[in-house]
């Protein structure tokens, strides 16, 4: 089990917050979700982690996975 933490992006006071999954400080505040998201998919890629973007309401709204998923889409096609 890799001891990496998914990144989740949240709604913060001053705008949106990049924070790792079981951490109560945030990697980094942005003014938009936006750019929270390019940081957080940027941090995902580099450690291989999954991203999860989270809506004002604080209810998981999207994830995307940059690492090795323990349970990838089965290809139904072949």
Do not use: F
């Not at 705008?15 to 938009?32: F, M």
């Not at 989270?54 to 690492?67: E, L, N, V």
């Amino acid at each position: 089990m890799s001891s990496k933490k998914d990144i989740h992006v949240v709604p913060h006071s001053d705008g949106w917050a990049v924070r790792r999954e079981g951490s109560d400080r945030a990697s980094s505040i942005h003014d938009t979700k936006a750019a929270a998201l390019a940081a957080a998919r940027n941090l995902g890629r580099k450690d291989h982690v999954e991203v999860v973007s989270h809506g004002r309401d604080g209810r998981i709204q999207d994830s995307d996975s940059y690492g090795s998923d323990p349970h990838p889409p089965k290809d139904r096609k072949h």
